[in-house]
């Protein structure tokens, strides 16, 4: 008898990944909620979502025997809606509330972790003395409670950035704020979580650095299992963007086996179960000290390539296994490349997109450069700042994935295809900058 398998804003990519995965020809994979209506759409309506996503199941004919997602907020909380109306296995919706927010979370680590969390505060930026409320030093992060892909993140240097930064969040953390007003009318929160630092506040947090990784994991039954580390380099401007993720990470095992004890407790705090994670590290090798940036609850599409070319199966798998009550074997090391990388082709200033390259042309690369998945992610005529789910401080235009023997091998490879990939922009002149304002 094969399983029925749910998936949240399921689209053509992920679906291949997850056609690879161990035991597929068992699952029929059916797309819950549009991808469309989940990722970066105009407005956020959970109410819409979940009505819409309980049709799909309705008009599947069958009972779902798991439910799984793997996008950011609030796909995380419309999983732990839809699981309970169905009684699969997963977290909470309170905890993954408290999880995603990122105040609120901070909280419950310094309670377990406080070396391992910065300094940090909230702030109501739409109260008139805002300025006055702050207590950090500068330098520091500004970002929404609730977010994701560095949107609406600012780094505040000097009394100017901070208006700057206030400005731009008032104007814009309505975004993700008003979703999750809906979510907390649905939750019953536990009494240490201050409710009254809702969804439109901000967090301010002093910087932290060093070589960052992320932990791939799952918590079942209480029990937290790290599978995976992926090491991940940014680069421009306050080192703001991602510039490519690497696998498997090249930490020292000492390091590792830190971050393991580290990313039980962390998980452990925030009361999750029976969810597969991921949590983001700083290791400042000087101070040899850890610190942990952020934790979400699910795993990171990012990555799933990156598991599919080195140990032979997407960790879909484990997302699987764990919505299917069953323990993961993951990973196996079956995978064809010794090292696997994601770049993220980015561009610094605005423009137009006058060229994308065709699929024949993208298919042919794939060719030309083996071992290699291309997403371009603008179309032509888009203007770069007028995309939904920008970071601040760059555009990104194209994902490539790569697999191959050795890091060096692949940064080569990567500059080169670059030189052959047909994405032209025309560049903004500052006066039509000037009138788009």
Known sequence: MKKHVFVVGLDDFNLNLLQGIRRAEDYVFHGLVPY?????PASYCIDEMVEVGLRDIEESGVTPDAIIGHWDFPTTALLALFREKFDLPGPTLESILISDHKYWSRLRHAKVIPESIPDFQSLDPFDPAAEEAVELTFPFWMKPVIGFSSQMVYYVSDSSEFHDALAALRDGIARFGHPFEQLMRRADLPPDIPAEIDAHHCVLEKPIDGWQCTQEGYVQNGEVVIYGTVDSIREGEFRSSFARYEFPSQLPEPIKAKLDRLSEQAITALGLD????????????????????EINTRLSKSHSPLFADVTGASHHEVAVDVALGRRPDFPRWEGPYNVSIKFMLRRLEDGVVIRVPTQAEIEQLERDFPGTRIQIEVEKGDRLSELPGNEVYSYEV??????????????????????????????????DAGEAE
């Open 398 to 431: 194209a994902v490539i994935f790569m697999g191959g023997q050795d890091r060096l091998e692949l940064e080569r490879r990567y500059r080169e295809l670059v030189e052959c990939l047909p994405l032209e922009f025309r560049a903004i002149p500052s006066r």
């Open 274 to 293: 029976d969810t597969p994670f991921n949590i983001e590290y700083f290791w400042d090798e000087a101070a040899d000290r850890i610190w942990l940036l």
């Open 36 to 40: 469309k209506l989940v990722v970066n």
